[in-house]
């Protein structure tokens, strides 16, 4: 039995953030730098989510709720573009695509026959950054 945060980061928190990063310099005008700094890594991470190189995903790209997920990003991206901060929108994608289904259809679509463990409250909600 997988974890969802297993599947989450492996399947689609690479999508997530190389979408959000593509959303952030073509739509909202940010540079690389200032995209590598808001997310904590470096340009050169930034730039290979930018030429496609991380990211993407074919399970995420043929899935009936590639849409929303869609959707999704574009909001986190108007977010960080408005102060947001970045690991807190990442986040709101992460339980979004619990709740709508992405996350399950994934998982099915890999031909796994367990089924995917159910999630507890986020652990996030308990890490206080100071």
Do not use: W
């Not at 200032?34 to 930034?46: K, L, S, Y």
């Not at 997920?69 to 991206?77: D, L, Q, S």
């Amino acid at each position: 039995m997988k974890l969802p945060c297993e599947l989450v980061v492996r399947e689609i928190l690479p999508t997530a953030r190389g979408e959000v990063a593509k959303e952030l310099v073509t739509v909202h005008g940010f540079t690389q730098t200032r995209v590598a700094e808001a997310f904590g890594i470096t340009n050169a991470a930034i730039s290979q989510y930018l030429k496609g190189l991380r990211g993407g995903n074919p399970l995420v790209e043929s899935s009936p709720f590639r849409n929303h997920f869609y959707e999704c990003i574009a909001k986190a991206a108007d977010n960080i573009a408005e102060g947001h901060d970045v690991m807190e929108e990442l986040c709101v994608i992460c339980n979004d695509i619990k709740v709508c289904g992405m996350l399950d259809d994934i998982y099915k679509n890999q031909g796994e026959e367990m089924p995917l463990a159910e999630c507890i409250e986020c652990p996030r909600d308990n890490i206080v950054i100071e």
